[in-house]
């Protein structure tokens, strides 16, 4: 059975930086898998942050290119998320997620993290 | 981006009921179109992916059609535990994009 599992603050100062670290069971990170995070500000919908593969590629919502970075921890079979230049529209609850893709552009979330909030507060 | 639409954006039904959700893309994405349902306080969970193909372990009271630009999830008969919100996705190009959810609540 896959699970992933977020950690990190749940608070982050406004112009700081946010980051979080998934840590995977029951799959390789090195897997034809991409990992990816989804937010979910406070009674609202789902963003899709962006995905990264075991190699290293990464795929960003151009919305937060300019403050993403994603990165693959194989030895921890963790991946991570780091958003600089936080505010208050930041604030959302994160979760990571194992992309399924079966083939071309077929692809999903399953399964998820639990999600943590994390709050953009001084 | 491809704007994913949902409608209703809240719906009342009773147990029993049968309940469609119908979601709309701004273009054409093939059948690249999934369905989760997210309850309160939890993580969205996959029900159909592929348009029509069944998640393993979904009840087959959940269904999923369409291909192009109309899609629907039909539940056939509504169950207390399927009271949530579900939200359309698309996977045909990045970035992934979202419906912006239904809410479906007791009657």
């Known amino acids: 059975q896959v699970q992933l599992q977020e950690s990190g603050p749940g608070l982050v100062k406004p112009s700081g930086t946010l980051s979080l670290t998934c840590a995977v069971s029951?799959?390789?990170?090195?897997?034809?898998?991409?990992w990816s995070w989804v937010r979910q500000p406070p009674g609202k919908g789902l963003e899709w942050i962006g995905e990264?593969?075991?190699?290293?590629?990464?795929n960003y919502n151009p919305s937060l290119k300019s403050r993403v970075s994603m990165s693959v921890d194989k030895s921890k079979n963790q991946f991570s998320l780091k958003l600089s230049s936080v505010t208050a529209a930041d604030t959302a609850v994160y979760y990571c997620a194992r992309v399924v893709a079966v083939a071309g552009r077929a692809n999903w979330f399953d399964p998820w993290g639990q999600g943590t909030l994390v709050t953009v507060s001084s | 981006d491809i704007q994913m639409t949902q409608s209703p954006s809240s719906l009342s039904a009773s147990v029993g009921d049968r309940v469609t959700i119908t979601c709309r893309a701004s273009?054409?994405?093939?059948?690249?179109l999934n369905w989760y349902q997210q309850k309160a306080g939890k993580a969205p969970k996959l029900l159909i992916y592929a348009a029509a193909s069944l998640q393993s372990g979904v009840p087959s009271r959940f269904s999923g059609s369409g291909s192009g630009t109309d899609f629907t999830l039909t539940i056939s008969s509504l169950q207390p535990e399927d009271f949530a919100t579900y939200y359309c996705?698309?996977?045909?190009?990045?970035?992934?994009?979202f419906g912006q959810g239904t809410k479906v609540e007791i009657k």
């Open positions: 996705q698309q996977s045909y190009s990045t970035p992934m994009t």
């Open positions: 273009q054409s994405i093939s059948r690249y």
């Open positions: 990264i593969y075991h190699s290293g590629s990464t």
């Open positions: 029951g799959d390789s990170i090195s897997s034809s898998n991409w």
